[in-house]
């Protein structure tokens, strides 16, 4: 599991490539639904992962399944009250620095663990 340092260091960087539109939007169709059921554009919805922080990180790096040598990180994030699955890549290119390339961006179906928020107190 990585740890909040490194978390925060790939999400400082995720902003970076957010600020600099250095960014794709993977056009699967459970992205492009959750697009449509929460009204965003696919740039509102990149906007919103600016917000997500070190407790939003589910796991990561993790090797991405298409792509050899790249690795992926998970984040949960509520979108209009509904737990959303996110998944990102800083993408090599050559001679350019990695790209940010959301995977993907639709509601979890399944529960999500999140390593680095608080369990709840007993009795809570």
């Known amino acids: 599991m990585s740890s909040v340092e490194e978390v925060d260091a790939f999400l400082a960087e995720t902003n970076r490539r957010i600020d600099a539109r250095d960014w794709v939007f993977v056009e699967r169709d459970a992205n492009l639904k959750a697009l449509e059921q929460f009204g965003l554009t696919k740039s509102a919805a990149v906007q919103g992962l600016k917000f997500l922080c070190a407790t939003d990180f589910c796991e990561g790096p993790v090797p991405d399944r298409d792509k050899p040598g790249q690795s992926c ?41 999140f390593p680095h928020r608080e369990a709840p107190a007993a009795g809570d």
Do not use: N
């Open 73 to 113: 990180w998970v984040f949960g994030q509520m979108v209009e009250g509904v737990m959303c699955y996110v998944k990102l890549i800083h993408e090599a290119q050559p001679h350019w620095a990695p790209r940010l390339k959301i995977l993907s961006f639709h509601q979890a179906t399944w529960e999500l663990d």
